[in-house]
């Protein structure tokens, strides 16, 4: 019988990779008869769902408030005018 | 549908933030965050010739940062990187007893529906992102948003053995899940 730290570790695993049928009829075993890891598997697939459909809308994690400071927009905008001259 | 690219001087004004913050959810350091966008920049800059029209001008840019981040994650990877990772690996567990039992009485939430709910959610998302260890953090930026496979992250990041990472990304979901779970608040 697997503890529920190896579950874990199946459930995550699950997401990514095609588990053997050792491993996923252990998983499935504990799963039918825990609620904590029923949850837990449920939860983070819909993590997984969500993330990926955030990120395939383009979705950018960051909030809004992060901005480039206007020292360092200044000093990126001098090197980019300087290559800009320069080439032309 | 063909684009065409704007003047180049433009581009800061126009990505320069989009650009930083995407590099900044990845690499988690301001001025190497800043750096990436400059180096962007010069780069568009020289290949904007080669430039097709298929994507976006803002795709296209995007398209050259992730190179950068890639090259940055290769150059920084250092030689106790592996030692860092077993010590993720070994460490103590929080949320599991020595039985392997959950130590938290964890409860489920719910999947955000509303696009309100999703921009609440995404960005409670990102605080507990922040609040991984670094290389954790990148390793689930890397994975699960920018949709790299197993392989390539772990070509990317060192990561010694597959293992190895499905383990740390175990206990990134095992920290997220949770941090989620206190902030996210079941509508």
């Known amino acids: 019988m697997l503890t529920c730290k190896q579950v874990?570790?199946?459930?995550s695993k699950k997401l990514d990779k095609k588990l053997t049928l050792i491993e996923q009829l252990s998983f499935s075993l504990h799963i039918m008869m825990c609620k904590l890891c029923r949850e837990y598997a449920r939860d983070i697939s819909a993590l997984h769902q969500f993330v990926s459909k955030a990120s395939r809308a383009g979705k950018m994690i960051l909030p809004d408030s992060a901005k480039l400071s206007g020292q360092s927009r200044e000093r990126i905008k001098q090197v980019l005018d300087k290559t800009i001259v320069s080439k032309e | 549908m063909?684009?065409?690219l704007s003047n180049p001087e433009q581009w800061l004004d126009l990505y320069g933030d989009i650009l930083y913050r995407f590099g900044l959810a990845r690499v988690n350091k301001v001025e190497i965050a800043e750096d990436l966008l400059q180096e962007t920049?010069?780069?568009a800059l020289k290949a904007k010739d080669n430039y097709s029209g298929k994507s976006t001008e803002q795709t296209w840019l995007v398209g050259i940062l992730k190179h950068k981040i890639i090259d940055y994650f290769r150059k920084?990877?250092?030689d106790n990187v592996q030692e860092f990772d077993e010590n993720i690996i070994d460490e103590d567990d929080v949320y599991f007893n020595e039985q392997g039992h959950w130590k938290v009485n964890s409860s489920s939430w719910s999947k955000p529906d509303k696009s309100i709910e999703q921009e609440q959610f995404i960005s409670i998302l990102q605080q507990c992102?922040?609040?991984?260890?670094?290389?954790m953090a990148q390793l689930f930026m890397l994975s699960e948003f920018d949709n790299m496979t197993s392989e390539q992250v772990c070509e990317v990041m060192s990561i010694s053995t597959m293992n190895n990472f499905w383990v740390?990304?175990?206990r990134v979901r095992v920290q997220l899940r949770h941090c989620l779970e206190v902030n996210w608040k079941n509508q």
């Open chain 1, 8 to 11: 874990s570790y199946l459930a």
């Open chain 2, 2 to 4: 063909v684009h065409t």
């Open chain 2, 41 to 43: 920049l010069l780069a």
């Open chain 2, 76 to 78: 920084s990877t250092r």
């Open chain 2, 129 to 135: 992102i922040s609040r991984l260890p670094k290389r």
């Open chain 2, 168 to 170: 740390m990304q175990s």
